[in-house]
């Protein structure tokens, strides 16, 4: 690729924020922590300039971050990508811890929704049948 493709390919820093739904400034900051793989390109005068997989490895920090992974193991997983082969053992076991702390949330979500579920059948059930008056009344 020249010079001149990967310049067309770059993307501002307001256009990864568009494409991410990152803010200007959490891309920044990112980039201040060290959770990006690469270093961000500048243009000669000092603009950031990302490349395409800048943005898709942002989309998974995204992601990562949604799902509740703590910035610092965010941080460790771009350090040992950073680093190249070698230890993607050690990526393994950060992805897998990470996996089985949000199965968790999942199944105590899902029990969550299920007394929800139950608790609004009941307030349904007694609604059609006019007789909200028998609901539990903490006052009396």
Aim: include cysteine.
């Amino acid at each position: 690729m020249t010079t001149s493709e990967a310049a067309a390919q770059s993307l501002s820093i307001g256009e990864v924020a568009e494409r991410t739904g990152l803010s200007v400034h959490a891309l920044r900051f990112y980039e201040r922590e060290g959770m990006l793989v690469g270093p961000v390109q500048r243009t000669s005068g000092g603009r950031r300039r990302y490349t395409p997989f800048d943005v898709e490895w942002l989309l998974i920090c995204v992601r990562l971050r949604e799902s509740g992974m703590p910035l610092a193991d965010l941080k460790h997983f771009a350090e040992l990508v950073r680093r190249g082969p070698g230890n993607e053992a050690e990526r393994l076991h950060l992805l897998d811890t990470h996996r089985q702390r949000v199965d968790a949330q999942i199944h105590a979500l899902e029990e969550c929704r299920s007394i929800i579920t139950w608790k609004v059948a009941v307030y349904t059930e007694h609604l059609a049948r006019g007789a909200a008056d028998k609901l539990w009344d903490p006052t009396t």
